[in-house]
């Protein structure tokens, strides 16, 4: 199924990220991971048609697990993306799109990873770390890390 193509990009525009996104569900994620990479939780849109990369001389990539690595702006800093190693399937930062007007906040994960300083008021499902990644069969299909 087709999704609507939405732009998003990085704070200095040099990144810029072009993706079909079937539906803006939100989900945060309060690993350990993504709370260092991203300076607060990370939320973001799933994404695995159609994402097309502008601008990939300044994007840098760490790999920060055996099925997952991270893409950011080398310039200006800026958090854009989770993806699985073979690219099949992107989390793009919530925050780089242009428009995300229809978004909803519907999940949050690795909820037992989070400070009790803060919390959102948001009514969505909650998910632990085990099982987050319990609905995964093998290593290489965790999206997480
Ligand atoms: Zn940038
Ligand atoms: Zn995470």
Avoid at 34 to 53: I, K
Avoid at 56 to 84: N, P
């Amino acid at each position: 199924m087709a999704g609507k193509q939405l732009q998003a990009k990085c704070l200095c525009g040099g990144v810029r990220i072009d993706a079909d996104i079937e539906n803006q569900e939100v989900g945060a994620c309060h690993c350990d991971i993504c709370r260092r990479w991203a300076g607060g939780p990370f939320m973001a849109v799933e994404a695995s048609e159609n994402v097309v990369l502008a601008g990939t001389d300044l994007l840098g990539i760490y790999e920060s697990s055996g099925w997952g690595e991270r893409g950011f702006c080398t310039a200006c800093g800026s958090t854009l993306f989770w993806r699985s190693k073979d690219a099949a399937h992107y989390a793009i930062s919530a925050m780089a799109f242009d428009d995300l007007s229809e978004a909803v906040l519907t999940k949050q994960i690795f909820i037992d990873s989070k400070p009790d300083w803060y919390a959102f008021a948001n009514e969505t499902k909650s998910m632990t770390g085990a099982e987050f990644l319990a609905q995964f069969s093998s290593e290489e299909d965790k999206p997480n890390g």
